[in-house]
């Protein structure tokens, strides 16, 4: 007994030592900086907040386990971003008209090392509408968070806290769609979320004859991507054969500054809805022809239901999808050529003949 226990002893103290080895290691990675704690003496009470012209509270509160956790953690302190409050020297009497007020008076304290990235949101028609006056329109904290700012490839995490929080029906709309279900119930990550299509930045009003007849690259950076697509079993040839078919060449084909009317050219999104899309082979065929029928009939007045079987769609033709163009194809692929060499054969033995009469 007393040789078992001594040998118990001796297994447990080993396992000791490295899990206490492994505890201050953690400690050590998570021993907060001195300019931090300094700062959190004061900051790291709930209760802690700023008066504001309008009568509401501030609160002045920094979760450090939030900032931590947080993209910027590991390389920020409090006065990388908050250079006014440089230690005991706070900007005395310092008040804001709002909540609002104060995240706009700091909205360009990002600029600081993302130029390039504050540069592209001045095109956006959210910084449009911030001009106009509007102080409810996004800025870089509304969609990224302050002290909680965590990496902005997520797309999940990304749509569910800054273009969901603004556009909530547009993402209830969109989280029924096939690309939403596999974002938010599968975790897929190749789908296109807010930003696949719209930009991070730079974001253009999707209401512009410019970004209609754009689309079609949208769609096709993801669809004409052959190693993606090859993961999920769906052909390519929707790109090709939208861009040969007359409506792909006719969007391609427009110049910009000439187009005046957005109905002009049929692009992907007039059959396959905006953020409503489903998986064509999940909907009803009557359903479905139904809805491009009605995207026909927007242009060809008159259209029938049955108007759109005259097209191919994105099939390229074969023994299964439109036999019969794919038949009459085949001939005159085999009937032209041979035309061809019975013409340069008749030619050429009328030349022979006429040598050998000479």
């Not at 209401?207 to 390519?236: K, Q, W």
């Not at 009317?261 to 049929?266: A, E, G, R, T, Y």
């Not at 390229?316 to 999808?321: E, G, M, V």
Request: hydrophobic share 35%.
């Amino acid at each position: 007994m007393i040789h078992g226990s001594w040998r118990a002893r001796a297994g447990i103290g080993p396992l000791v030592v490295v899990l206490s080895a492994l505890a201050m290691t953690l400690a050590a990675a998570e021993e907060i900086p001195d300019s931090i704690s300094y700062c959190l003496a004061c900051h790291e009470d709930p209760g802690l907040s700023l008066s504001l012209d309008d009568g509401t509270e501030l609160s002045l509160y920094v979760d450090i386990e939030e900032f931590q956790h947080s993209i910027h953690g590991s390389q920020l302190v409090c006065t990388d971003c908050h250079a006014d409050y440089d230690g005991d020297d706070h900007p005395q009497g310092t008040s804001f008209a709002s909540k609002r007020a104060y995240v706009i008076h700091e909205y360009e304290t990002c600029k600081k090392c993302h130029f390039d990235t504050y540069t592209r949101t001045l095109e956006s028609v959210h910084f449009d509408l911030l001009k106009e006056g509007l102080d409810l329109a996004p800025v870089c904290t509304d969609c990224h968070g302050a002290h909680d700012v965590h990496n902005p490839h997520e797309k999940q995490a990304m749509m569910a806290r800054s273009c969901a929080s603004c556009h909530v029906d547009v993402y209830d709309v969109y989280a029924k769609s096939v690309h939403g279900k596999a974002l938010t119930e599968e975790g897929i990550q190749d789908v296109p979320a807010c930003a696949g299509c719209h930009t991070h930045h730079s974001i253009e009003p999707p209401s512009t004859v410019r970004f209609r007849l754009e689309s079609p690259e949208i769609c096709i950076n993801c669809h004409g991507d052959e190693e993606i697509m090859a993961r999920y079993d769906i052909p390519t040839e929707v790109a090709s054969t939208y861009l040969t078919d007359f409506h792909g060449v006719t969007a391609s084909l427009s110049d910009l500054s000439d187009v005046e009317d957005k109905q002009v050219v049929v692009t992907c999104v007039d059959c396959h809805g905006v953020h409503d899309i489903a998986a064509p082979q999940l909907v009803g065929a009557e359903q479905m022809k139904e809805t491009v029928a009605e995207t026909c009939a927007s242009c060809h007045e008159g259209a029938s239901v049955d108007f759109p079987q005259a097209w191919l769609s994105h099939y390229r033709p074969s023994l299964r999808h439109a036999p019969l163009v794919y038949l009459v194809s085949l001939f005159y692929k085999i009937f032209i050529p041979f035309v061809v060499f019975g013409l340069l054969l008749q030619v050429l033995l009328h030349l022979y003949r006429v040598a050998v009469g000479r």
